[in-house]
C-alpha cells in the first residue's frame, strides 16, 4: 500500500469538450516515435464508443478477486491517424480538404452526437486519463513485475527496462488506458505528470484546462480539496466501480441545467441525463451524489452559501490544486476516515 495518494477530481458540469487538456499531454508526452495513436488524456463524448472505440465494453479488471477476461483493442479500435490532402485544396480548386485515404473510425469519431431522450438530444463530455488504481489490475496481470505503484504518492508506472510488451495489462484494465509501442515493444501509460508534481507544478492537463474542471491533490490528505469533495462531501465518483480496481480519479456527474421547458422541477424527477446511463458509468450511488448536489444548488439559489460549490467553482489555483512537496510528504497525516 502507498502512503498516500494523489488523486484528481473533474467537474463534468464544466468541461467544454475543447481538447486543450488532449493537447497539453499529447505535446509533452507522446508525440515520440510510435505513439501517434496514443492519447494519454483523451475528451470523450458520452454517449458514444469512446477512445478505444466500446472500450467500456472489452473486459478487464476484477470479479470476486480475479482478473476478468478481456480482448486488447486493435488499430482499427484506436482510430486512424491520417493527414488532409491540403494540396489538393489549396492547389487543385477542391471544395473541401480531404483525408487522402477512406476513413472509417478515428479517435472522436462520434464527437458531440450524442443520443436522444424524449426527442431531445444530450450529450456530455468525459475526459480519461489512467486511474492510477489503488488495486490497480494491469500490475496484477504483469508476469514481469514491470508496473508498480510509487509507494510515496500512489502514482502507477511501467518501468519501461522490464516491460517485454507481453500486453496482458493491456487486456487486464478496464478502462484501456495502456497503449503499446510496437517500434519499442513497450506498453506506455499517462504518468499523471510526476516530474511536475515533483518540482511543485500541476499535471499539464489541469494546468491548461480553461473549464477549471480539474481539482489535483492528495487523497487523503485532509486540506485538499479532492478528499473534500470525494472524503467529506461526497460528490465525486470513479468509473465503473464493479470493476474492482478502486480508481483514483473521480467525477461530478453532470446534472445541470434541467431539460426545455422543465426549469422548478426535481432533477432525479426530470433529469437532464438518464439516470440509468448514469448509474451504468458510475454505479448507483450516482443518484445520491445528484440528491445531495441539487440539495446544495437550493442553498446557493435561495441566498445560502454552499461550500461544496464554492469549492467547485475553483476560483484559483489554490483551491483547485494542492501539490505537495516531497519532503512535506511524510508530514501529512491522513485523514482518519478516509
Known amino acids: 500500500m502507498s502512503r498516500h495518494q494523489y488523486s484528481m477530481v473533474l467537474d463534468l458540469n464544466k468541461c467544454l469538450g475543447c481538447q486543450t487538456c488532449t493537447m497539453a499531454c499529447k505535446k509533452m508526452w507522446t508525440d515520440g516515435d510510435g ?4 492519447y494519454w488524456n483523451n475528451v470523450e463524448t458520452r454517449p458514444g464508443q469512446g477512445y478505444p472505440r466500446k472500450w467500456d465494453e472489452m473486459g478487464g479488471g476484477f470479479d ?24 489538393a485544396r489549396m492547389y487543385g480548386g477542391a471544395a473541401s480538404a480531404q483525408p487522402h485515404q477512406e476513413v472509417r473510425n478515428t479517435p472522436n469519431w462520434d464527437e458531440d452526437v450524442g443520443a436522444l431522450m424524449l426527442g431531445e438530444n444530450y450529450y ?5 486519463i489512467c486511474n492510477h488504481c489503488t488495486n490497480p489490475a494491469c500490475l496484477a496481470a504483469c508476469p514481469r513485475s514491470a508496473i508498480y505503484k510509487r509507494e510515496e504518492d500512489g502514482i502507477v508506472l511501467i518501468d519501461q527496462e522490464r516491460c517485454e510488451g507481453y500486453r496482458h495489462c ?6 484501456k488506458k495502456i497503449y503499446f509501442n510496437e517500434l519499442l515493444g513497450k506498453s506506455q501509460k499517462c504518468i499523471f505528470c510526476y516530474p511536475r508534481l515533483e518540482k511543485g507544478d500541476v499535471n499539464a492537463c489541469a494546468k491548461q484546462c480553461p473549464g477549471r474542471i480539474r481539482f489535483v491533490g492528495l487523497l487523503d490528505d485532509p486540506h485538499s480539496t ?3 469533495l470525494v472524503k467529506v462531501h461526497k460528490v465525486a465518483l470513479g468509473l465503473f466501480p464493479e470493476k474492482g480496481t478502486d ?18 422541477k426535481s432533477i432525479l424527477e426530470d433529469p437532464r441525463l438518464p439516470l440509468d446511463y448514469l448509474i451504468y458509468l458510475f454505479g448507483e450511488e450516482v443518484v445520491e451524489v445528484i440528491r445531495r448536489l ?9 441566498g445560502g ?3 461544496v460549490l464554492q469549492l467547485l467553482i475553483g476560483r484559483d489555483a489554490g483551491v483547485r490544486y494542492q501539490i505537495a512537496q516531497r519532503e512535506d510528504l511524510v508530514q501529512i497525516q491522513p485523514a482518519r476516515h478516509a
Open 64 to 87: 470476486r478477486g480475479q482478473l476478468r477476461p478481456s480482448e486488447i483493442p486493435t488499430k482499427e479500435d484506436y482510430g486512424q491517424t491520417f493527414e488532409y490532402n491540403y494540396e
Open 305 to 307: 452559501r454552499s461550500e
Open 170 to 175: 493491456i487486456q487486464a484494465c478496464p478502462y
Open 35 to 38: 505513439m501517434d495513436y496514443m
Open 226 to 228: 479532492v478528499h473534500k
Open 247 to 264: 480508481p483514483n480519479v473521480f467525477y461530478v456527474p453532470p446534472f445541470n441545467p434541467p431539460r426545455t421547458g422543465n426549469y422548478g
Open 124 to 128: 456530455f463530455y468525459l475526459p480519461r
Open 294 to 302: 441539487e440539495a446544495e444548488l437550493k442553498v446557493a439559489q435561495s
